[in-house]
Structure formats: C-alpha cells, structure tokens
C-alpha cells in the first residue's frame, strides 16, 4: 500500500472488479477525455485474473480515501523509444469519480504512482499525457512534480474527432 496525506493506492482485489466494470462504460466516470467507446469485455477482469493488475509491462492500483472509500484508479503502461531495455519509460493514466476530483487526489495519486515506480523499475522517466483542454489535470501533474514538455499535435482519436496532447514528464531524482 502506498499512503499519502489524503488518499492511499492499494492492488486492485477480486471485489473491486464489479465496481470498476460499471464504470467501464460510464462517461461519468470516465469523464470526456477517457472515453474512447463503450466495452463489452473488462480488460481488467482478464488482467487480475492474469497477473493482478501488477506486471512490468502494465499496471493498475486503487484510489482510495484515508476513509477506505474507492475515489478511483491510476494505471501504467511502458512506451519504448528505442529497441534496447533501457529505453523504456512508464506512462501513467488517472480516473477520478466525480465527487472526488478537484481535492487534490489526483496530485497525490500520480505522485505516489511515479514513485513507486521509480524504487520498483530501473526507468529513468514517468510520463503523462493529457487533453489540451483538460486545464485541472494539467495542474495536478505540474503539483505532482511533472513537468511540461510540449504539445502533440492530433495525436488522440476521441469522440468522432482528433484531439491535441499535452506531454509531462518526471525524470528518476526530480
């Protein structure tokens, strides 16, 4: 368990997956800038069953508050920027319920994320992208310690239409 001011990151656990699939399909939840389609499947349900959500190449933990209650999930991926080993870095990737946004989880979460990354993986850089538009999450990375790289120009497909990225990073000893 990894344990912040306001809110802790635990593995995900097989009572978990009920909560996590109605929201799966849920704009709410997802907000418009995770949305990308509706699922028939859980992805997470066949990734718990393989690995626990836990691997080196894909991750997920819980949100959730001091209080227990489940305020949502963060998750990892590696992107490779070269064919060697050592040219691997984390992207990282956040979903907050609405009523527990804009309390500063979400800087807490990806902080803690990062760092958990960088004591359990040799990788140099975390990064993150998001939606030109989406100004609360911009924020959050940039209190998490991420900083702003640049603009990737109609990068991501998302409701019927190209949108820009911005990319953050946070190198190992930032």
Do not use: C
């Amino acid at each position: 368990m990894l344990r912040g001011e306001k809110i802790y990151l635990r593995p995900f656990v097989q009572e978990d997956l009920p909560l996590f699939k109605g929201w799966n399909n849920s704009i709410e939840y997802l907000s418009e800038y995770n949305f990308f389609g509706l699922s028939g499947s859980s992805r997470r349900e066949q990734g718990f069953h393989e690995d626990g959500l836990l691997s080196s190449k894909f991750g997920a933990l819980v949100v959730a508050t001091n209080e227990g209650e489940v305020a949502g999930d963060v998750s990892y991926h590696q992107e490779r920027y070269g064919p060697n080993e050592g040219s691997v870095a984390y992207n990282i990737g956040i979903a907050l319920v609405p009523e527990h946004r804009g309390k500063g989880y979400g800087v807490e979460a990806q902080h803690l994320l990062a760092e958990y990354l960088f004591a359990v993986y040799p990788v140099k850089r975390v990064e993150a992208t998001t939606d030109i538009a989406n100004i609360p999450e911009q924020r959050a990375l940039e209190k998490a310690g991420f900083t702003r790289e640049g603009v990737l120009r109609q990068v991501q497909w998302r409701n019927g239409d190209w949108h820009d990225m911005v990319i953050y990073s946070k190198l190992r000893g930032e």
